[in-house]
């Protein structure tokens, strides 16, 4: 099966080879101590409005990645081709 065909059936995941820093480990510590902080003191109704924030930055964020990803596909195609 070719590279294109791998990925096209889901067989290869990009960002399975992503290497985390230290710099966005750090960052994902603070979010998680930010968040239980926040789910700590909210009431019922404001914890459901912070869950579906973050819900929603979560969505945003997948269709941010995969635009670059799109992109970076792009770009390196037309790069091969020159």
Known sequence: MSILQELWYGN???SE?????DEEKE??????RHQECLTSKLKDK?????????????EYTSFIECQAFEIGFKLAVRLLTE
Do not use: G, H, R
């Open 46 to 58: 404001e914890l459901d409005v912070l869950k579906k924030y973050v819900e929603c930055v979560d």
């Open 12 to 14: 290869i995941n990009p």
């Open 17 to 21: 080879d992503k290497e985390v820093y």
């Open 27 to 32: 960052l994902i510590k603070l979010m998680a």
